[in-house]
């Protein structure tokens, strides 16, 4: 069974900068695609950045183009998401996930492991 661990969320100001980090163990998980899943107080969840198994391919929400930027390193089993230019709307529990398939899915579906969540809060 697949663990997840986030870490790297917190307190921000606008136009500020974190960077989430994640950490798969109980299995490998370079087979398959991994990124963030996000969900704000009384928003639906949303996907935010998905990479594909072996980097070659990003994804992002039309909401975090051009801020986000998203990696994973193979060997350690992780991923990560820089976040710049962070807004208030971007304040929400952040959630790593792992994939069923090498690529991107937007459905939450897809998505067989999920992290606890770490929470990123951005003031104004």
């Known amino acids: 069974q697949v663990q997840l661990v986030e870490s790297g969320g917190g307190l921000v100001q606008l136009g500020g900068s974190l960077r989430l980090s994640c950490v798969a163990s109980?299995?490998?998980?370079?087979?398959?695609?991994m990124g963030w899943f996000r969900q704000a107080p009384g928003k639906e969840r949303e996907i935010v950045a998905i990479?594909?198994?072996?980097?070659?391919?990003?994804y992002y929400a039309d909401s975090v183009k051009g801020r986000f930027g998203i990696s994973r390193d193979n060997t350690k089993n992780a991923v990560y998401l820089q976040m710049n230019s962070l807004k208030p709307d971007d304040s929400a529990v952040y959630y790593c996930?792992?994939?069923?398939?090498?690529?991107?899915?937007?459905?939450?579906?897809?998505?067989?492991?999920w992290g606890q969540g770490t929470q990123v809060t951005v003031s104004s």
């Open positions: 996930v792992v994939g069923r398939y090498y690529g991107h899915s937007e459905s939450a579906d897809d998505y067989d492991y």
């Open positions: 990479i594909s198994w072996n980097g070659g391919h990003e």
């Open positions: 109980g299995g490998t998980v370079s087979n398959n695609a």
